[in-house]
Structures are given as structure tokens and as C-alpha cells.
């Protein structure tokens, strides 16, 4: 008689959690034909628990405390970058409990964070979809599943004893996504938005390729350390501009197409056409040239060079791409320009360690030469050139001639106007 | 009108004081009652006896057994003369510890609800579950909102449930008492998200499993009316997400 109650109560709680179906078919928020999120159902092919929302793209995580902090005792004493991870992490937090109700076999958030959070996952799903198939990068490469801390206490306590609030982040030290929670934003969270989600998972592919997974990137602790920080400047600038150029490159997988400015339903107008990649007349100009060759990392990211420097070098690739019509050919081209160990093709990665004892070597010419090298249809490849030297201000004469990755074709465009030698 | 079972067993030899209690000496004779013809007066005007003790070796048992059933009436009795019928009305009001989809300890919010009890141990016809057992009929509402201005969620939980419950009434007038409390209903819960001007509504219904614990009292206003109020702990199940409820009620019993 007990045994039959408790299989009965046990039943009972069972059917209280919703079925889950393979594929996931859920309701989530996306962008619509005329700029506004309508909901509409979505297929999630990866996710393996819809309470939790776990599954092999990302786990959320809510309720976790981080704190950077260069007092903490613990963390100057970290010995290991797992180690000083661990530091950081000052409350693990718990998964999330998405709130559903099932309506004709299709999953519906019953609360906003619940919209968000399953609004989320479906951004990673479709970012990893797109490194996947567009960048040519195996399934496993992407490790398991990326932990995604959702309105975490994130605290960068040497700058600002507050957590960080309306922000969505890429955080190498922990290998981990951060949602943080919205304040002054009050447009579409930055989890909804399908562009930003897919720039911070950019992030994790270039920390996975680049730096090797590492949770503190040699290039930048040891390159950022010294005075005047050319390659660590320039390898923050890269992973910010690749970022903008695959995050647009992933609104181009979507049912409304190609966005170029998809921070606008986030962020206001300024910034929106701030890193707006079509925009055709960024130029580096004197000022940057100087700044990202002589100063410190801490100078050069407290002016948010990195982002401008970025955006020049997303908006080049924007145009040698939709100029060509090759545009996914391009997207995949440098991504595999990340790491390549083909000898005399080197990658970014690659090209870090030559550079390892002497970070000038890393600069605009060879960070060029890397991505050009990748690319082989020459159209292509002549377009690529031409966009690179004509804004980013590399003398055409570094690439362009016998043994060098330039077709001849490739002089330069004139979009800008040239900076004399500095 | 409630007596405690010490009460009871003295309430028969106070009333059998009162019968054996001579009458008033200080009355002279003008002043004596007038005698009612009695048939039985011959035996009235007796000498009381102790009835001579049976040789019947089952005369005791007999005799506790009769005292056994009079004090039963007795009970009943005070059943009978209570003049409350064991039904309450109750205002609920505290925090309601929504389970967090957002992955914090929780999400704590305003809980608001109407509650009914009726003491069915009343209709059992047995004084020590009289009042230790009865059943709430209620209803609870907690919502929530988040969000941007330009995107944002409400969400309301309506929680109906039936929960029988045990008391452990203590004091003189069994006015207070601790109890535990299970029972079951469905939540309703909906959400109406805004994107801009447009507005998508979501409802649905889940079980609900209720259980808890709590303090509960009922200090007489008046001779039919009581105050009634409860401090409780409840926790519902919805569906597969637990809410916690802390808080208290207040209202009348009859």
C-alpha cells in the first residue's frame, strides 16, 4: 500500500515537469523583418535539460558572485590561472529554473527572465551553429558546454566596487560567459540580441584559437605589462573587430538577413553607428597609429581604442567581403587564419609565438599578411588587400610585390587619406 | 462552550454537590419552600444511604462504566452547547519566495490570499479531534514583473488549494495551537510580455502541492464570534518549481 502511494506521489511530481521533445521546440524573441522582437518558435537542437537550461552549447548559471580584486589575498597567491580562477569565484551560484508552460507540444517562458534566458540560449545555439558550418571549426573544438553566468555579481573591484550592470561579456580568467543585469539600458537586453550574443561567443573562439583556451593570455599579461604595448593593443583591437565582423556575420543566418548595425536595438544611435560595419570611411588616422604603438594597454583600452581600432578593421573586411560577394568565403577565411600551423602559412596564434620576445612583430603589416594568406580566390583577395592597406594605413609596399601576399593588382584604395611614415 | 477534560470530570460532583447541599437553615418555617406532593416522599424523607455494597463481583465495573458514559454526554454535551459552528474567514498577507528562474535563492514578492476553514472534526462526534482537525478552502496570489522599458514581463500566480490540516491545541480554552497541514490544487499563472506596444499573453495551469506549518489562534470576541489568526510557513509546489510563503492571516471564526 506504501510502495503504491509513493510511486504514485513520485509519478505525480514526475508529470509535473514538461516533457521535453528532441528538438526543443520553444517560443523565443527574435528580430522581425521591420526591426522589432516579436516571439516566435524556435527549434533548440542542443539543449538537454529545459529546467535548468543546460545543454552542449551552454549551462546558465544564476545567483554567482565574481570579484576581481587585486588586494585578495587568495588571489595574489594564486599560483595556477585555474587557481586564481577559483579566487575569483566568490559564489558559485545555482542553475537557473526556467518557468514554462507547454501549449500544443511548444514550450512557453511564463516569466521575462525565463524569455531571456531561453532567448539566450538560442543565441549561443545559432553562434556555435555558425563557427560551425561558416568557420569550418569542429564540433569538439568548442569543448563542452560554456558556462553563461545570468545577472551574476560581477565585480571589478580596482575600478569600481559596484557590480557591472548592462554589460554582456566575454571573461576569459573564468572561461565564462556574463549576463549582467540591465540598468540604465532599457532597450533589448543584450542577451535577446542575437548580434551581441554572437560577438561575446566570437570572443570565446578567438580566446579557444588564439590563446589556446588560456585563462590569461600570455599576449596580453605579458606584452600588456611592459610601457608602450604595441601587440598587446593590437591583439585587444583584433579580437574586438573580429568579434563585430562574426556577430554580423551570424545576423546574416537569420530569417531578416544581414545586420550591420545590430547594436541599435540595444544601445543608442551613437553607438550603434559607432561600430556600424558598413560604414565605409574609417581610417586609421594619426592619433591611433601613435597610440597603438606607444602606448601602455591600460592607456589604450581606458580610451576604447581597441573598439575603434576594431571597427576599422571589421568595416574593411565588410567591404572586401559584400564588395566580392564572397562574403561567407571570407567570414571562413579568417577563421582559419586563427591558428594555423601550415608552415609558411602561419595563424594569429602562430604568429603570437614568433612574436613572443619581440611584440613589434606583431603588428598591422603581419596581422595583414596572416589573413591575406588565407584567402585564395584572388578577386578576394585583391579586395581584402585593398580594404587593409587603404584603412588601416599599411604601406602598400609591404604587401604588395614578388613574395608578398598581395596580388599586384592591389594597391590600396582611396578612401583614406594617407598618413605619412611615422 | 468548551470544557477540558478536568473540567469534565469535576463538573459531575459539582452538580452532585448541589443536589446533596442541604437546604438553606437560616429559612423558618414561613419562609420553607412549599412541599410538592411526592409520591416518593416516604423515600425522600429517608436517611441517604450508600447502596450496600453488591456481592456482585461485576458491581464495580458496572458502576465505572456508567461514569465512563456520563462523562461521554458530558462531552457531548459541551459539543452541543458551543455555540460556534467551526468555520473562519481569513485575509492572507506576507512575502511569497518565488523559485527563482533567474537562479538566485529566490525571488521574494507580495503574497495576498483569502482562506476558509471549517472544522469538520466537529461532525466526528469525538472531543479530542473536535477541534484538531479541519480543512482550508484558499486562494493566493503573488506576481512579479522584470524587464527593459522597451521589453519587459508580468507574471501573476494564483494558487487554489484544499488542505486538511492537524492542530495541537494546548491552553485552558484550546484558543491556540501548532499545526501541519497537506493538501493539494492547481496554480494558474499568467504572464503577459510587452515588446513595445504589443503585448503577448501566456497562461497555463500546473498542479499545486501545499504543505507547512504554523501557529494558530482564536481568542473569543463574543459569545458566537472569535478573532482568528495564523503565522505560517507554507511551501507550494508548482508544477516543478517550489514557492515558499511566510507570512500571516487574520478574521473571524463563528
Known sequence: MHRT???????????????????VRVRALVLSGNGSYITQEVTLNTLTDIIRMEGDVAKLIGGARIVLDST???????STEEGFANALVQAEGRPVTANWITQDNVLWPADFHTWNLVTAYYNFEKSREYFNTVGNIPLADFGGPATVYYFPDFILKDANPEPIKDNALWFAPTQSFMLAPFDALQRAPLAINSGIMSHEYAHMVFNRKVYGSRRLPPPILEWGAVGASPGANL??????????YHGYGVTCKSATGCDSRFFRTSFDDNLSNDRDLAKTDRCVDAFMRDQLNNAALGTFSAQGLEYKLGSILASALYQAGESTGQREVLMRAIISAYSDETANNPGLKQLVTLSQNNQQNFNLTSVAAVFIKHVTDVPLKTALCNELIDHLQIPAASLVGPGLPCPAAAQGGNTCTKLPPP | MRTSPLYARLLPLLLGALVLSTPALAQDEDDAPLAYPDDDEEVEDAPRKLPPRSSDPTADHDRMADERAQEDDFERMAGDDDPNKGFAGELIMGA?????????????????????????GRILNNEPLRETLWLDVRWMMAGSSAGTTLINGSSRNH?????????????AEKTYGVFGQVGGGFAYQSTSLAIGEELTPVKGIKPLLQYGVGFRGRPRLSERMSLSFRLELMRFRRGYMDDTFVGGSIGTAF
Open chain 1, 5 to 23: 502511494v509513493i510511486a504514485a506521489a513520485l509519478l505525480f511530481l514526475a508529470a509535473c515537469e514538461p516533457v521535453p521533445q528532441d528538438p
Open chain 1, 72 to 78: 585578495d589575498p587568495e588571489q595574489q597567491a594564486a
Open chain 1, 235 to 244: 591583439i585587444k583591437a583584433l579580437d574586438e573587430g573580429l568579434a563585430d
Open chain 2, 96 to 120: 511569497m519566495l518565488l523559485e527563482s528562474s533567474q537562479g538566485r535563492f529566490a525571488d521574494p514578492t507580495f503574497g495576498l490570499g483569502l482562506r476558509f476553514t471549517w472544522e469538520y
Open chain 2, 159 to 171: 494558487y487554489f488549494s484544499l488542505a486538511p490540516a492537524y492542530e495541537f491545541v494546548f491552553g
